[in-house]
């Protein structure tokens, strides 16, 4: 465990719906108020559900496009754009901490798991951002390996986001109704995330699909989970966790956040 100070604070956002993006309710006002207590970093470094790759890839671009990653919404949404400078001077001090070279992806912007809350948590879109991706070869317990090398980015006021959901099942997902009851099973995985964190508890994270029934349930798909477990390896011993917005959407996305400070 890591025992460095003045650690800039890291952020694990629960992303739902893109159509987050274009709400304003007490969850986007949750991200306006968390954004304007990080306003004084100097760049943001994210890691998104929604860019998986074979190795380990870095937006390599000055200008970050806004990248429109799905279908079947309004337009008002495919409208929504979120243009930010790259910090590439991040790249090279990324590669030095973990010790291996990353592709520099020119075409890749970002996508609607980091524009779509970075909207909200810095509306001016002033602050440089570099986007990198997950490794998808990579294990649960490797994936919080590597997280702790990148720690000292958070000496260097670097914002750390990490994009993902707490419970993330989509075919139980009552999408006609924002404001749908969840269901028990989601609320009891979210529960048992919330204790883990408070714990401080990284074994129940990174073996959580092997010893627990409802986690395939709440993640079909590990994409979605795996941001949570880069927010445990960046944890300091003297980072406390809170939870600055809890909510539920369609029934069976916990809309929880996460920040270490």
Known sequence: MHTLTNLTPALFVSHGSPMNAIAENDYTKDLNMIGAQLNSIDAILVISAHWETNGIAITGSENLSTYHDFGGFPEELYAKEYPAKGALHLIPIIEKLIGEPVNKDQNRGLDHGAWSMLVHLFPAGNIPILQMSIDRNRSFSQHCELA?????????????????????????????????????????????????????????????????????????????????????????????ATFPHMSWQHATLSMRHILLN
Do not use: C
């Open 148 to 240: 702790q090398k990148l720690i000292p980015l958070r000496e260097q006021n670097v914002l750390i986001l990490l994009s993902g959901n707490l419970t993330h099942n989509f075919s139980h997902a009552n999408f006609q109704n924002i404001d749908a009851q969840p269901i028990e099973w989601a609320i009891k995985f979210d529960e048992i995330i919330k204790n883990a964190i408070l714990n401080n508890d990284i074994e129940t994270l990174v073996n959580i699909d092997k010893n627990n029934d409802l986690y395939r349930l709440n993640h079909p798909t590990n994409d979605h989970f795996i941001p949570l477990l880069y927010l445990m390896g960046l944890r300091n011993e003297n980072d406390k």
